[in-house]
T-cell receptor
Framework: GESVGLHLPTLSVQEGDNSIINCAYS??????FIWYKQESGKGPQFIID?????DKRQGQRVTVLLNKTVKHLSLQIAATQPGDSAVYFC??????????FGTGTSLTVIP | DAMVIQNPRYQVTQFGKPVTLSCSQT?????MYWYQQKSSQAPKLLFH???????NEADTPDNFQSRRPNTSFCFLDIRSPGLGDAAMYLC??????????????FGQGTRLTVV
């Protein structure tokens, strides 16, 4: 069977609270970043993206912040709902067409 | 409608017996990717195609091969599956950097079990 996996960082929040998920990326040359949501047994689903010429981008209930100085991304989810429970990954892209994923965070929303 | 389709959703194969996983896309995207994802880990890029140009990741084992016969289809071949190859295999597509780069769209994955 599969090898034992690493334990993902976890975050538990109350329904209705705001969530902040963080990600450190690896390559200072990365110029395009994406946040993905992955529910159990499914493929990653696009949430929001940001290019390196921006510091902040807002979507519906989600905001992504980019700090290139410290190579850090965050995803803020407003008024978190039970349907937001999933694993969240950031992905970075530089030079070629490859997307490389960060470690991921498991979000649990408590009703 | 599904835009990146992976078949089958679940695949059981015997140790050492070659297996092929399939992916098709209706997006007409230039780039197709294969990722391996093990339990509680991030997807790990194995390789990708830009059109017919194959790009292997440096740490992808030789046991993993890929074919892209046309724009719509891409296959992952595992020549001699070991127990450590049991994982979820994800296919994805994107337009690529030569056009306006956008996100990668993922299929639902194929869960591979090796017995």
């Amino acid at each position: 069977g599969e090898s034992v996996g690493l334990h993902l960082p976890t975050l538990s929040v109350q329904e209705g609270d705001n969530s902040i998920i963080n990600c450190a990326y690896s390559n200072s040359a990365s110029d395009y970043f994406i946040w993905y949501k992955q529910e159990s047994g499914k493929g990653p689903q696009f949430i929001i993206d940001i290019r390196s010429n921006m510091d902040k981008r807002q979507g519906q209930r989600v905001t992504v912040l980019l700090n290139k100085t410290v190579k850090h991304l965050s995803l803020q989810i407003a008024a978190t709902q039970p349907g937001d429970s999933a694993v969240y990954f950031c992905a970075e892209n530089f030079a070629g067409n490859q997307f490389y994923f960060g470690t991921g965070t498991s979000l649990t929303v408590i009703p | 409608d599904a835009m990146v389709i992976q078949n089958p959703r679940y695949q059981v194969t015997q140790f050492g017996k070659p297996v092929t996983l399939s992916c098709s896309q209706t997006l007409n995207h230039n780039v197709m990717y294969w990722y391996q994802q093990k339990s509680s880990q991030a997807p790990k890029l194995l390789f990708h195609y830009y059109d017919k140009d194959f790009n292997n990741e440096a740490d992808t084992p030789d046991n993993f091969q890929s074919r892209r016969p046309n724009t719509s289809f891409c296959f992952l071949d595992i020549r001699s599956p070991g127990l450590g190859d049991a994982a979820m295999y994800l296919c994805a597509t994107s337009r690529g950097r030569r056009t306006l780069n956008t996100e990668a769209f993922f299929g639902q994955g194929t869960r591979l079990t090796v017995v």
